[in-house]
């Protein structure tokens, strides 16, 4: 009996975290032609909270975390900012095409392109970041990142084509979560694995709803 009632409560934990896929807009049948897409990430609609508390848009945020540091060393502070922004244009954009291309270049031969088919792309794809949530547990301990975002795909002409909303995308931290709490960059891990699960996501549900081929 009680490793049932253990497992039921497991279920129920997994159900309130689970992601949800809304669609916007289009039919992923518009979108069937293109193989090769560009994908650019937007983080101007960004709102960001940590512990509950909202901490504005990303660049509030980014401000905010940037003055923090720099009371400790105006250098930290710098070599943060760097990084920061070479997450922001390089490994979260990466981190949801690799696990995009995971599930439909197999299925469906649909990628977002790396730099050697960019001269083959025909469409774009906009993730664009609408919320992301900083859990923290008891103490000094991460909690899991949750990402909310739209995916848009366009064609070369600028045709919204297919629009899908992901909601709640979970990053869980790597370890045992805890950290010291001047350590920032500890808790971009959490922000990487949250954009891939987007990716992941958004590419199951296009291929679990792909148009079947007619019989002839």
Do not use: H
Not at 188 to 208: M, P
């Amino acid at each position: 009996m009680k490793t049932i009632l253990t497992l039921l409560l497991s279920l129920t934990i997994l159900g309130s975290q689970a992601q949800d896929v809304e669609v916007l807009s289009g039919s992923i049948e518009d979108m069937m032609s293109i193989k090769f897409w560009e994908l650019n990430v937007d983080y101007a609609d960004l709102q960001i909270t940590e512990r509950k508390v909202s901490l504005g848009s990303e660049s509030d945020y980014k401000y905010k975390i940037e003055e923090e540091i720099a009371k400790e060393s105006e250098q930290k502070a710098e070599s943060w900012e760097k990084q920061y922004e070479a997450k922001k244009a390089k490994t979260y954009p990466t981190k949801f095409s690799v696990s995009f291309n995971k599930i439909l270049l197999g299925s469906r031969q649909i990628m977002i392109a790396t730099e050697s088919y960019m001269d083959q792309v025909e469409g774009e794809v906009r993730v664009i970041p609408e919320k992301l949530e900083l859990g923290w547990k008891k103490g000094r301990r991460m909690g899991e990142a949750l990402l909310t975002a739209r995916v848009e795909f366009y064609n070369e002409a600028g045709d919204l084509l297919f629009s899908m909303r992901l909601t709640n995308c979970p990053g869980v931290p790597s370890g045992s979560g805890w950290i010291d709490a001047s350590d920032w960059y500890a808790t971009y891990q959490r922000v990487n694995e949250s954009f891939a699960k987007c990716g992941k996501e958004a590419a199951i549900y296009i291929d679990d709803n792909f148009p079947k081929k007619k019989k002839k």
